[in-house]
């Protein structure tokens, strides 16, 4: 199933700006938003821009900022007390190449994306 593609407004924000990333779990599936906030410059008022959000894996630049916030979990994938293989491919999209490495490796999940793989954090 291909995944959807973001929604972006874009504007350009000032020194004083700060931005702010998230994810969330709507419906049992992975969503993530994020925007900017500015006390200066009003930039990224409801009523301007610079709002993204979609459903799926954050684009690297918004998961970047989840992690810096709310750290990673390691989790184990596949065999026993893993989870299922499937599970990382349909809820994270995972490539062949980056599974196989979860599999040998381990995968650092964000503690949304850990709720939403249904996997219990160690």
Known sequence: MPMPMPRTTFCAPCPRCVFHAWQLTEGGRLRWMAEWECDTCVFGSPETCNRE??????????????????????????????????????????????????????????????RCLSVPAP
């Open 53 to 114: 959000e979609g459903d799926g894996p954050a684009p690297e630049h918004v998961r970047a900022a989840v992690v810096a916030a709310e750290g990673t979990v390691l989790l184990r994938v596949g065999g026993a007390g893993g989870a299922g293989l499937k599970v990382f491919r349909d809820v994270l999209g995972l490539t062949m190449t980056e599974l196989l490495a979860a599999v040998r490796d381990g995968y650092r999940a964000t503690p949304v994306e850990a």
